[in-house]
């Protein structure tokens, strides 16, 4: 599943309209084609049944059996996760993905799937090419979502010794390092080739010291840019090792990146501009569509908002009254006010940095919102990235 299809999915799953059936959302671990924790998806079945009854129920347990047929017979033995969502009634829903990093075991029913994993999916593990470089050799990965292809190999060719019969030893010296310049210049234009054609943010150059110093030198600054982490070791070559480290520094960017975006939150607001902060305001911001980033903690767990059905009033900041304060109507439901914000977001295509452990972002109530500057003078959070080097 490549990240344009992954995105579709979420949106689609953000813009499904509500019916009168529950949809199952479960998120589970899978390992050798199998469910990994059954127990626990079992007992928490039977808790969300003993939550349901009459209609819904009956509606509730047929939603479950493509789950159990899915879970059956289509994980792949490679999937570390999955995420499955199910509906019965007048408009059926099914949806199945499949992962190459885990997921946590967490199920739910709900009038709405829920997205949040899926969003979390996206901003952890998110895409970028690994460079693996040593003298000899230059190798071009993408990981996507964990999953690692290989897109470029890269052999120096052979160099003959021709000391002391036509060539001194200056010569050779100075024929070898044009030549490693071209070795590198040759690889380097084929990764901005594929970074641009993918649509890769991110860069990771791992390797030989000295070859990833000259790689870094021959980026041209739109693919310097983007490089979010080098991990030194000579002499490492296992293909696992290398995208193991990778991912930790890749995630250890993104986590910085997520500061980053709750740091200018701050700024912004002491600064009086263009960012709101706490539920409903930044509720208010994903309706009117002004926002630029969301951000939001994973901590973050806001008391239930209500929903009118019959106008589609949304209210975050209150609890459930007997009737809708727009309309009147006494068709009230709770509303889960982190998936619907998070639903908004990925509705209007808004990119969402989930942040950990951020003093700054708690203060101002675990959530907020970068608003879009006027147009014509569009900045971005990305630039300036600070690379760590291991
Ligand atoms: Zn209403």
Redesign the pocket.
């Known amino acids: 599943m490549d990240i344009a299809e992954f995105q579709g999915h979420i949106r689609n799953l953000a813009t499904l309209p509500r019916t009168e059936a529950p949809v199952i959302s479960c998120y589970l671990r899978v390992q050798d084609g199998h469910l990994r924790h059954r127990r626990l998806f079992d007992k928490r079945i039977e808790e969300l049944k003993r939550c349901v009854a009459g209609k819904t129920a009956e509606r509730f347990e047929r939603a479950l059996v493509p789950i159990e047929r899915f879970l059956s017979a289509e994980v792949h033995g490679s999937s570390k996760g999955a995420a499955v969502f199910s509906r019965e009634g007048h408009q059926p829903y099914f949806l199945a993905l499949q992962f190459a990093v885990p997921l946590p075991t967490w199920v739910t029913a709900d009038m709405l799937p829920n997205i949040y994993h899926l969003v979390e999916l996206k901003d952890k593990y998110w895409r970028f090419i690994l460079l693996v470089c040593s003298r000899d050799e230059i190798r071009m990965l993408s990981v996507n979502l964990g999953k690692v292809t290989l897109e470029l190999l890269r052999q120096r060719p052979e160099l003959r010794r021709r000391v002391g019969r036509e060539w001194t030893k200056e010569h050779y010296r100075a024929h070898r390092a044009a030549r490693t310049r071209r070795f590198v210049d040759d690889a380097v234009n084929a990764l901005s080739e594929v970074m641009s054609a993918g649509g890769y943010d991110h860069l990771i150059l791992a390797g030989d010291r000295s070859m990833t110093a000259l790689v870094r030198r021959a980026l041209p600054p739109r693919t310097a840019a983007r490089l979010a982490g080098i991990i030194r070791n000579p002499g490492m070559t296992e293909a696992c090792d290398v995208v193991s480290r990778s991912i930790e520094a890749f995630i250890e960017a993104e986590e910085k990146e997520s500061c980053d975006a709750a740091g200018m939150l701050e700024e912004r607001l002491l600064g009086g501009g263009l960012a709101v902060a706490g539920t409903r305001a930044s509720h208010f911001a994903l309706r009117r569509g002004r926002v630029q980033t969301l951000v939001m903690s994973t901590d973050y767990a806001p008391r239930p908002g209500w929903l009118?059905v019959?106008?589609?009033?949304e209210r975050t900041a209150e609890g459930r009254p007997k009737r809708?304060r727009?309309?009147?109507?006494r068709s009230l439901v709770d509303l889960e006010v982190r998936e619907a914000m998070l639903r908004l977001a990925e509705q209007r295509g808004i990119q969402v940095e989930l942040v950990r452990d951020s003093a700054a972002l708690r203060r101002i109530g675990d959530v907020g919102c970068l608003l879009q500057q006027h147009p014509g003078s569009r900045g971005t959070t990305r630039r300036n990235r600070a690379v760590t080097e291991r």
Do not use: E, L, T
């Open positions: 009118c019959s106008c589609r009033v809708c727009a309309c009147g109507s």
